[in-house]
């Protein structure tokens, strides 16, 4: 049951330079969207979400771009920097939000100073 | 900020014997979870909890899981009888309404 995917296991960016970590997502219910962060040995942080209604959020470095015909989103972040090293997960919900999270497995990104 | 913080944070359990994971979701929060992620695995949901009830249980949830909310502030699960594969990190999050979830650190249970 691969209802939400992230295709690449891991990413290595350059300081400074563009992340862009993408998420596909089968189920057409879906209508709320998050990045969670996590480092080892801690639990997922929020970064940042998007409702089905929008196709675009930003919150500083990060934006969440959502592509509903492709049934696709990204993560963008500008500039990278080391701190941003860490496994991203795309989650989806429906109902806005309250029903349970499906997450995708991961992609750890590598920020090289 | 405010935290879900979860207890133990490692938990090491001989197969068959009852394990109870516990977590203080986040103050004024309505909605509690538990997922658990297998190594090398997806996070995946287990339960929901909404109004000292059960919303939404996956097919991991089979009758070995209980999760109960005692006293207002935490938020417990149980397993009555672990078994090997029960070996995974588990994490609690809870959530306020139109907003997202938060999660605690989760708790490492091995099952020898």
């Known amino acids: 049951d691969q209802q939400v995917k992230q295709n690449s296991p891991s990413l290595s960016v350059q300081e400074g330079r563009i992340s862009i970590l993408n998420c596909d997502y089968t189920n057409s219910m879906f209508d709320y969207f998050l990045w969670y962060k996590k480092y080892p040995a801690e639990g997922p942080t929020f970064l940042i979400s998007i409702s089905s209604i929008k196709d675009k959020n930003e919150d500083g470095r990060f934006t969440v771009f959502l592509n509903k015909s492709a049934k696709h989103l990204s993560l963008h972040i500008v500039p990278s920097q080391p701190g941003d090293s860490a496994v991203y997960f795309c989650?989806?919900?429906?109902?806005?939000?309250?029903?349970?999270?499906?997450f995708g497995k991961g992609t750890k990104l590598t920020v090289n100073p | 900020e405010p935290e879900v913080t979860q207890t133990p944070s490692h938990q090491v359990t001989q197969m068959g014997q009852e394990v109870i994971l516990r977590c203080v979701p986040i103050?004024?929060?309505?909605?509690f979870y538990w997922y658990r992620q297998i190594l090398g695995q997806k996070v995946e949901f287990l339960v929901s909890f909404y109004n000292n009830e059960i919303s939404e249980k996956s097919e991991i949830f089979d009758d070995q899981f209980s999760v109960e909310r005692p006293d207002g502030s935490n938020f417990t699960l149980k397993i009555r009888s672990t078994k090997l594969e029960d070996s995974a990190m588990y994490f609690c999050?809870?959530?306020?309404?139109?907003?997202?979830?938060?999660f605690g650190d989760g708790t490492r249970l091995s099952i020898l």
């Open positions: 989650a989806a919900s429906e109902k806005g939000g309250s029903e349970k999270l499906v």
């Open positions: 103050s004024n929060h309505l909605y």
């Open positions: 999050a809870s959530m306020d309404d139109n907003q997202p979830q938060h």
